[in-house]
C-alpha cells in the first residue's frame, strides 16, 4: 500500500496533477498485468527529434513521406538508404530517460511476481531495450534489424555505433556522399532495408495480434505520449477499456482518448511515470 504522504511534489507540478498520481496509483496498486502503450512523445522527452523536425541540412528538400515509401527505396535506394542511416544514427545518440529505466524495473519486478508488464510502442528506437525492458510488440517495426527489400530474407546487418563527425553533419547536397545499401547475402540481387513500416505498408500482423492479447488481458493499462489519433494503434485503449482494463492516459496535452480514459494526467512521460511505479 502506498501512502500519498510518500508523494512529493515535483517543481511545476500542479496539485490536479497530484491529485491525479494519487488516484493512479490507487488504480495500480493491486494490478497483476499491466500494459503500457507508447508513442512519440514517450522517445521526443529523450531527444528524438519527430520525423518532421528531422528534415535539416539535404532532407529539408524532402517530407517523410516522400523517402519513407517503398517506391522511394525502388527509385532511390541511395537516398532512402543514407537518409535512414541518418534517422538510425540520430536516435542511438540519445539515452533512454526516467521513465524507459522505471519501465524496466517496474516489468522485473512484476515478472518475478507472476504479473506481467507488457510495452506496445509507436516507437521504432529501441529506447526501451536500452532502458532495460523487453518490448511486446514494435507496431511500427524497429530501426535497427533489417531485412531484404525483395527476397524478405532477414539479415545480419548491424549499425555501428555513431560518430560525433556522423552526427554533427548537417547533410547538404553537395556534400553529403550517399551511402548504397548493402546487398542481400541470400539473393544476392536485392538490397537490405530496416525493418520500420513505411508510409502505405501494413503494420507487421503478429505485432498486432500480441497488442490486442495483451490489451485484453491487462487489469490496467497506461497510454503514454501519444497523440491517440493515428489508427490502428488507437484502437487498442479502447479495446482494453472493453475488456475491462482501467485505462490511465498520461500526455502533456490532452487527445481524442482523454475523456474515455478512466482517468488523464496532464504531464510528461520522464516526469510522471517514475511516480507512478509503487
Ligand atoms: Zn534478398
Known amino acids: 500500500m502506498v501512502e500519498p504522504s510518500e508523494l512529493s511534489y515535483s517543481v511545476g507540478m500542479s496539485n490536479t496533477t497530484y491529485v491525479a498520481i494519487r488516484e493512479a496509483r490507487g488504480i495500480i496498486q493491486d494490478a497483476q498485468r499491466i500494459v503500457v502503450l507508447t508513442g512519440a512523445g514517450m522517445s521526443a522527452e529523450s531527444g528524438v527529434p519527430t520525423f518532421r523536425d528531422a528534415q535539416t541540412g539535404l532532407w529539408e528538400k524532402y517530407s517523410p513521406e516522400e523517402l519513407a515509401t517503398p517506391e522511394a527505396m525502388y527509385n532511390r535506394p541511395d537516398l532512402v538508404w543514407s537518409w535512414m542511416l541518418h534517422q538510425a544514427r540520430v536516435m542511438r545518440s540519445v ?93 544476392s540481387y536485392g538490397f537490405i532495408r530496416p525493418d520500420i513500416v513505411m508510409f502505405g505498408e501494413l503494420l507487421p500482423q503478429q505485432a498486432m495480434d500480441n497488442a490486442l492479447d495483451a490489451v485484453r488481458a491487462a487489469d490496467v493499462a497506461i497510454v503514454v505520449g501519444t497523440s491517440n489519433i493515428v489508427q490502428p494503434a488507437a484502437t487498442l485503449p479502447l479495446a482494453a477499456s472493453a475488456a475491462g482494463a482501467q485505462v490511465i492516459e498520461i500526455n502533456p496535452n490532452q487527445t481524442p482518448l482523454s475523456q474515455d480514459a478512466d482517468l488523464y494526467i496532464s504531464g510528461t512521460a520522464r516526469n510522471i511515470l517514475p511516480e507512478l511505479h509503487p
Open 95 to 187: 539515452e533512454p530517460h526516467d521513465g524507459h529505466k522505471v519501465l524496466g524495473r517496474w516489468q522485473r519486478e512484476l515478472v518475478s511476481n507472476g504479473g506481467a508488464l507488457d510495452i506496445v510502442t509507436q516507437n521504432i528506437d529501441d529506447l526501451h531495450e536500452r532502458g532495460g525492458s523487453d518490448v511486446l510488440a514494435h507496431l511500427h517495426g524497429t530501426t535497427f534489424t533489417f531485412r531484404c527489400f525483395d527476397c524478405d530474407a532477414p539479415s545480419d546487418y548491424e549499425l555501428d555505433d555513431p560518430t560525433d563527425e556522423q552526427l554533427q553533419a548537417t547533410p547538404a547536397l553537395d556534400q553529403l556522399m550517399l551511402e548504397d545499401p548493402p546487398a542481400c547475402p541470400a539473393c
